[in-house]
């Protein structure tokens, strides 16, 4: 399995501006597929707007009949998103 340093080093320079993120990496080989999901939220309500943003991406990701999707757009002042 490749190593994953180079994310590390990334998150390190991330949480160095002290910026939010949340990151979802994933590989598969014959024998397996997996994922990571790696975070850091400085403010109260940054949870809830990642699980808003996430179920967005969710929901555009399953509705694209395996069409390449360009732009993924999402009000976080409007919970009525498209």
Avoid: P
């Amino acid at each position: 399995m490749a190593s994953q340093d180079f994310i590390y080093d990334l998150l390190d320079k991330i949480e160095e501006d002290q910026l939010e993120y949340v990151l979802l990496t994933m590989r598969s080989n014959e024998r397996e597929s997996a994922g990571d999901l790696f975070y850091n939220f400085y403010f109260q309500d940054s949870k809830e707007n990642a699980v808003h943003i996430l179920r967005e991406i969710a929901d555009k990701l399953e509705n694209s009949n395996g069409e390449e999707i360009d732009d993924i757009e999402i009000d976080l002042n409007n919970e009525d998103d498209e």
